[in-house]
C-alpha cells in the first residue's frame, strides 16, 4: 500500500475551540423565542450552505435586531478568536509534508470557520468544508471531493497513484464514512492510553509504515 494522501478532521482533531459561545445556536434560539419553530434541517443548512450570521438569519427567516444582530456577531467573533491549533498539530503535518505526502481537511463546519482553520494550516493541499461541497459527513461525496483535489482515487491500490488515509475524532464520520467511500480512518481519541492519543502518535505511525515500505 503506498500511501500518498493524509485527509485531516479539523475540530476535535487538528484545531480545538477554547471558548464556546455557540452563536448559530444562539441564533436559532432568537428566532424560537419570536416565533419561529426549529426546522429538522436547520442544522444541515448552516452547515451546507455559505452564510455570515447575518445571511443566516435571512436564508431561515429569523426576525432579529440590528442591536441582536450584533450581539451575535460578537459571540461569533469571540469564538473564532479563541480557536487553536493542537500544540502537536502542526508539526504532525509538516512531518507528513516533509516525506512527500499530500494534506487534506475534510470537516462538517459553518463558512465563518473555515477561514480561521485554512489560516491555521496554509500549507494543505486541498479542503472539503461542508459548506463549500453542499453534504455533511459521512456522505461519500464529501471523501469523494477532497480526494479528486489531492488528486487520489478513493479505494484505489493500484495503478501509481497510491491511497489516502483518513483520521478524526469521530468513529462514524472520520473512520466508518472515510473506510465506506475507499479511504481508510483511523480514530483519534484524546485521551491517554488510548491507541492514538494526538497526532504526534499517529505521524509517528505513518512514517514508520512508510519507512517499512521502502526498506
Known sequence: MKIVAVIFDAFGTLVDIRRRTNPFRALLLEGRNNGRKYRSDDVHTLMTVPLSLEAAADHLCIQVSQTKLQQLQALLDE???????????????????????????????????????????????????????GVLKPDPLIYQAVCSDLGVVPGQLFGGKGVALMIGNSLWRDCYGARAAGIKGFHLQRSP????????TFSRLILDQIGSDES
Not at 82 to 93: G, H, N, Q
Not at 116 to 124: A, E, Q, S, W, Y
Not at 193 to 200: A, F, H, Q, V
Open 79 to 133: 469564538e473564532l478568536d479563541s480557536i487553536v491549533a493542537f500544540e502537536e498539530a502542526p508539526l504532525a503535518v509538516a512531518e507528513l509534508e516533509q516525506v512527500g505526502l499530500k494534506i487534506g481537511i475534510c470537516s462538517n463546519l459553518a463558512a465563518p470557520y473555515g477561514t480561521i482553520v485554512r489560516r491555521l494550516f496554509p500549507t494543505v493541499c486541498a479542503t472539503g468544508f461542508s459548506y463549500e461541497v
Open 193 to 200: 492510553g488510548k491507541p492514538l492519543p494526538d497526532l504526534e
